[in-house]
């Protein structure tokens, strides 16, 4: 039992973390999500530069070695600055399918410019009817000679405005939600018959709902087994999962913090509101809160490359408990800040809005939940 | 990171689960509450591994400790809390024991440590009073020097167990004009048989009789007693309370009680299907369980730091609070789940097993009664709310 991280572990969360407190304080957040483009190439180069984006890659795969534990590292870092650049959509996604699933041709092609900060992915997996379930698709793959064709539409894929390429779930056989005919593609963006419609998102990101129209896409577009493509799908999208919990710890650490420190310089009926006993005892169960959602992420962290089951069960539990605490976490650093709280100009509104979408973000509490008890039944 | 126990962790598990398989007395369990069982079986584990030196593991070797890691230690619990059974009791060897070692000096070393230790002394803990209990300090029970006595006088509540108590560690007021209330307070031991005490049970809401007040009326105590420095016991009294603390999340034995409450929901019927398929139920027991492991993890860092030397910090009053709220759901959801036969008073039923044949699931019998009980998890040592004033101070720093 160890709870230490190694010293190449410890370099990518200082180097991380100095990246992020240097150049991502609130008012450079501020300008990057208002510009144009919505994301900050240059950051993102720099991560390239750093080997942030090599970090969670073995070294054959042109990584450094690490794994879920430096995503994890580099997460909680990004949580706490509010980064926007898609590194959940682009490495740990798109990265994830490769690394589990690619041929060397699509390593050689794909990871190490993704790696290189030099292609950008977005994950197109959600659609309006699905809700959470990643087998419930209308897009669908037909087989055409070599290749396939693709139509249909993907709900608020994240990052997409940003992105060169996108990992593109669809149906290749079978009824709309079966288990089995599900597979996985690379489809790039300028590809003939994709369009898209951009938009921001309430928490500072960009995102679009994409629409393949008849796109004709080679057979080495598939990534892993035609119609088995689930189990991968399962895997990538838990581990994006732990990655946005620990995301979340971070984020909800800075918005305690950030409410300690408002709560000891207001003052209100002549003394600082932080000597009010209701309001000390909140800010406690808001550290409480955060404490065990870093338990949980830690676990599920851990746990990712243990069994299916076993890994499933831990995700869930992490989403849970971490959706509970974004939820209470954000909730009350509002209330404690009181009008302020619910204005555009103080950070916390901006942690709040992340905090509240990541509750939902690859699946809902109710959903994870509703996952672990499936899971404890077939256990 | 990881979570793997090393080689050396898990052959200490096998021989510690060895040792409790061969050695336990297979027929004392733990029942819905403390008073239902004798004195001798709460004793009876205390007292053999008294024998096997195992009954001490976290004190320091030359007293008698096991020299055990905190991990080993963590393991020793499990594997305990995996067959149910009945631990030493806190008072001796967690609560009075420490503050002995750490303040006591050589005679009271020599003359104490070794009946805790073994389980032949039975200690109880005279602090909280009627009128002090959050606020410990206030605490008004006089101890006044008479040559080389102290003359005890006052009244203690909530003293558990002391019925069977062979010795009682007291906090008495010895400088009444101290300029704060914490600076006059004095850490004395008493024999429990000395003239003058009166130890009243109080009737708790589970039926039983687990807690006491006592009444001191002219005690003569001798000075040897007294530990430490006169008008210093607070600072003793704080270090017992933070060593209670630890381990008080108790996880193994909540995650024993998640299984059990799981069996009952598979065994009581609803709609014609299990209650545990309800999807309702279900969640609750689901949320207990994520609730638990997030726990069991704070747990573990807890130890991985107090491991790398770091003691015990404001975790253990996180610990304390999230235990304790788990503890108290779980016997919440067991009444819930047992379903009419929580009803029935099983105390009232014949005590010489007239009854010949049983009025509902045995499970059922002690759900109310230790969902009453447990009631009283967040509000001993040092309640929920204190424990948040403490983490107000220790981690905001207010």
């Known amino acids: ?379 | 990171m990881n979570l793997e126990f090393t080689a050396e962790e898990n052959a200490f598990r096998d021989e510690v689960r060895s040792f409790i398989e061969n050695n336990y007395p297979q027929n004392i369990e733990r029942a819905a509450v403390q008073d239902d069982m004798t004195p001798e079986d709460m004793t009876a584990w205390h007292k053999i591994l008294g024998e096997k030196n195992w009954s001490v593991p976290a004190w320091p070797e030359q007293y008698g400790g096991t020299g055990w890691t905190p991990t080993q230690r963590y393991i020793w619990s499990e594997e305990n809390a995996r067959v149910n059974a009945v631990m030493p009791l806190p008072f001796g060897v967690a609560m009075v024991g420490p503050v002995i070692y750490t303040f006591g000096n050589e005679e009271q070393k020599a003359k104490h440590l070794p009946g805790i230790k073994s389980g032949n002394v039975w200690w109880c803990q005279g602090y909280s009073e009627p009128g002090a209990g959050s606020d410990l300090a206030s605490l008004k029970t006089t101890a006044v020097r008479d040559g080389d006595d102290y003359i005890l006088n006052g009244q203690k509540t909530w003293t558990t167990l002391a019925q069977h108590a062979d010795w009682g560690f007291f906090l008495c007021r010895t400088d009444p004009d101290a300029p704060k209330p914490q600076q006059g307070i004095s850490f004395i031991l008493v024999d429990m048989n000395t003239p003058g005490i009166e130890v009243r049970p109080i009737k708790l809401i589970d039926g039983g009789y687990e807690v006491n007040e006592v009444w001191l009326t002219d005690v003569r105590v001798p000075a040897e007693n007294l530990i430490g420095e006169e008008n210093k016991g607070w600072t003793y009294a704080k270090f017992l309370l933070a060593h209670e603390r630890s381990g008080i999340a108790g996880v193994a034995r909540s995650k024993r009680g998640v299984e059990q409450l799981k069996d009952i929901a598979k065994h009581e019927m609803l709609d014609g299907e299990p209650l545990i398929q309800d999807m309702g139920f279900a969640t609750k027991i689901s949320q207990l369980e994520i609730d638990l492991a997030a726990l069991e993890i704070t747990e573990l860092r807890t130890l991985a730091g107090e491991q790398a030397g770091k003691g015990p910090g404001p975790e253990s009053s996180l610990l304390k609070v999230k235990g304790t709220e788990i503890q108290q759901r779980l016997t919440e959801l067991t009444l819930e789940a047992v379903g009419h036969y929580g009803t029935p008073d099983f105390r009232s039923f014949p005590a010489d097993g007239s009854n010949d044949f049983p009025i509902g699931p045995d499970y059922a019998h002690s759900a109310a009664p230790t969902y009453f009980n447990m009631r009283k998890t967040s509000i001993y040592g040092g309640s929920n709310e204190i424990q948040r004033n403490i983490i107000t101070k220790m981690v905001l720093g207010l």
């Open chain 1, 1 to 379: 039992m160890d709870f230490n991280f190694s010293d190449e572990q410890n370099m990518v969360r200082d180097g991380i973390s100095r990246l992020v407190r240097e150049q991502y304080d609130w008012d450079t957040r501020r300008g990057i999500i208002a510009s144009d483009a919505g994301w900050s190439p240059e950051f993102w180069a720099q991560l390239a530069e750093l080997g942030m984006l090599a970090a969670p890659f073995s070294e054959e795969d042109g990584g450094f070695g690490g794994g879920a534990v430096e995503t994890m590292l580099i997460m909680e870092e990004f949580g706490k600055g509010l980064v926007v650049e898609p590194f959940i959509p682009s490495v740990v996604c798109a990265g994830g399918f490769l690394k589990h699933a690619g041929t060397a041709a699509q390593k050689e092609e794909y990871l190490s410019a993704i790696i290189a900060g030099e292609k950008v992915f977005a994950f197109a997996y959600a659609e309006p009817q699905g809700r959470y379930d990643l087998a419930n698709l209308t897009t669908t793959a037909k087989k055409d000679g070599e290749g396939y064709t693709l139509n249909g539409q993907k709900a608020v894929v994240i990052g997409a405005p940003w992105a060169s390429h996108f990992v593109v779930t669809a149906r290749t056989s079978g009824g709309q939600a079966d288990q089995n005919g599900v597979s996985v593609f690379i489809i790039a963006k300028d590809a003939a018959g994709v369009s898209l419609r951009d938009y921001a998102t309430v928490d500072g990101r960009r995102a679009s709902e994409v629409y393949f129209e008849n796109v004709s896409v080679s057979a080495d577009a598939l990534i892993g087994e035609l119609d088995n493509g689930l189990p991968l799908i399962e895997t990538v999208v838990d581990e994006a999962t732990v990655a946005v919990c620990a995301e979340a710890t971070g984020a909800m650490q800075v918005t305690h913090a950030m409410t300690l420190e408002y709560a000891k310089q207001r003052k209100q009926f002549g003394v600082p509101i932080s000597t009010f006993q209701v309001l000390q005892h909140r800010m406690v169960d808001m550290f409480m809160e955060y404490e065990q959602s870093i338990s949980m992420s830690y676990l599920a962290t851990i746990k990712l490359d243990e069994g299916e089951a076993e890994r499933k069960h831990a995700v869930s539990s992490a989403k849970v408990r971490v959706g509970q605490s974004a939820r209470f976490v954000g909730q009350s650093a509002v209330q404690t800040h009181g009008g302020m709280g619910v204005t555009d100009e103080t950070a916390v509104g901006s942690y709040f809005k992340r905090l509240s979408i990541i509750e939902g973000e690859f699946g809902s509490v109710d959903h994870h939940m509703r996952r672990h008890i499936k899971l404890t039944a077939a256990a």
